[in-house]
């Protein structure tokens, strides 16, 4: 089974500002990754596949990098809307789908 | 408009049983891998069982055994028979489509098991 690796746990950033949060995998999932965005109450939306491409609707500061076991998601300036928690999921070798534990990321 | 929309949850004693179904509109349940995901009060997103188009079906450890996920391709809705549940089964309860990503996800069913 391949373990997913989300840092950091929580992440303080302002309004306008970049986030980046990191997912590592415990072995290579070349580009078979996925982000997740949840807000409190609702369930999880799909932000980014193939570690880059965005889904249908997501914004472009909105982006994704990474190949092997190193990826990144990148927000460029942070909105108030998007504040929540962000899961990584890889695709390679399932069953078992695996997902990160999450990162929270909160409003400094 | 392709959406997913559970239903069945409830409070339930340990031990008990229950079914989950997760309405598909807008896309073929059966042309399509098809999960289940679940997320504990306050944690992290577990995977739960899928089923796929040709109609194998996977489970996680945690509940292999104890659950079954099928579908009813004439009204195109999933189902997640629960038995033998455990207050750690405790959670709400997705569906999503599966075929690699998930996507879309149903807005969530809570399934309580407490005394």
């Known amino acids: 089974e391949i373990v997913m690796t989300q840092s950091p746990a929580t992440l303080s950033v302002s309004p306008g500002e970049r986030a980046t949060l990191s997912c590592r995998a415990s072995?290579?999932?070349?580009?078979?990754l996925a982000w997740y965005q949840q807000k409190p109450g609702q369930a999880p939306r799909l932000l980014i596949y193939g570690a880059s491409a965005r889904a249908t609707g997501i914004p472009a500061r909105f982006s994704g990098s990474g190949s092997g076991t190193e990826f990144t998601l990148t927000i460029s300036s942070l909105q108030s809307e998007d504040f929540a928690v962000y899961y990584c999921?890889?695709?390679?070798?399932?069953?078992?789908?695996?997902f990160g534990q999450g990162t929270k990321l909160e409003i400094k | 408009e392709v959406q997913l929309v559970e239903s069945g949850g409830g409070l339930i004693q340990p031990g008990g049983s229950l079914r989950l179904s997760c309405a598909a509109s807008g896309f073929i349940v059966s042309y399509n891998y098809m999960s289940w995901v679940r997320q504990a009060p306050g944690r992290g997103l577990e995977w739960v069982s899928v089923i796929y188009s040709g109609g194998s079906t996977f489970y996680a450890d945690s509940v292999k055994g104890r659950f079954t996920i099928s579908r009813d391709n004439s009204k195109n809705t999933l189902y997640l028979q629960m038995n033998t549940l455990r207050a750690e089964d405790t959670a709400v309860y997705y569906c999503?489509?599966?075929?690699?990503?998930?996507?879309?996800w149903g807005q969530g069913t809570l399934v309580t098991v407490s005394s």
């Open positions: 999921q890889q695709y390679t070798d399932w069953p078992p789908y695996t």
């Open positions: 072995q290579s999932v070349s580009s078979y």
């Open positions: 999503a489509r599966s075929n690699n990503w998930f996507d879309p």
